[in-house]
């Protein structure tokens, strides 16, 4: 399965790229889930699941020329992409590997303070596991971040709805399957339902937002030393 996806994603890498830029409200959305990790000049931040780099040079921009950013991507092509986006950044790093299983050294946990994982979840067997391991890596003092994709709850949601199940199947591999017996929609939902809610059973202080039509949850935690 995971060299099916990553098969299918770096397929697809251009147009997702294009998608990840261009997409209505995204922009507003991704400076949103920068601003959210709480980064300050000389921060250290990794993104799980970076894709083709979007996210990486706001979050550049807020840890500055003394700071780290790292990019964490199963999938080649879409990393070369990422790449390409963050030439210019000597402390921009880009690395290939499994968001459930970063390719981080093992004192990692002191040095990171913020862990941003953007349209990730979804795709994780156990994204509840995963945001565990998330909050371990940046420690008692850092912020982990969410944004996913979830059917929208707004009063004009009918329409939106529609097209969100559309996209979930078509960008679901294969997407030559016609019938689903869990429909991917709702197999989607369930999984950013159950991160979202470790993420604010785990922090200390939460902050919940919607963006673009009320289908993008954002959730920032600051995790916070136990009293």
């Known amino acids: 399965m995971a060299t099916e996806s990553q098969a299918f994603y770096g397929r697809w ?13 995204i922009a507003q959305l991704r400076r949103r889930a920068a601003a959210a990790c709480q980064l300050e000049p000389g921060d250290t931040v990794v993104e799980m699941g970076c894709g083709t780099g979007a996210n990486l040079p706001d979050l550049r921009e807020r840890v500055g020329s003394e700071g780290t950013v790292i990019g964490i991507d199963f999938t080649r092509p879409v990393l070369e992409r990422a790449q390409a986006a963050t030439a ?7 690395l290939q590997g499994d968001a459930t299983q970063p390719p981080l050294a093992a004192d990692a946990p002191d040095e990171i303070d913020a862990v941003l994982a953007t349209f990730v979840v979804g795709m994780l067997a ?3 596991s995963a945001v565990d391991d998330w909050c371990y890596l940046v420690g008692p003092d850092g912020t982990v971040v ?10 004009y949601a009918p329409p939106v709805n529609a097209v969100f199940r559309a996209i979930v199947v078509l960008s679901t591999p294969p997407t030559t399957q016609l019938r689903y017996e869990d429909e991917p929609h709702r ?31 954002l959730t920032g935690g600051r995790l916070g030393r136990p009293a």
């Open 187 to 217: 197999r989607l939902e369930q999984k950013i339902d159950a991160a979202h809610t470790r993420l604010r059973e785990r922090a200390a202080a939460v902050a919940d937002e919607t963006h673009v039509f009320g289908v993008v949850r």
């Open 146 to 155: 969410l944004a996913n994709a979830a059917p929208s709850s707004e009063w």
């Open 13 to 25: 890498a251009r147009l997702y790229d294009l998608i990840a830029r261009r997409t209505p409200g």
């Open 126 to 128: 156990e994204p509840a």
């Open 88 to 94: 210019d950044y000597d402390n921009v790093h880009v």
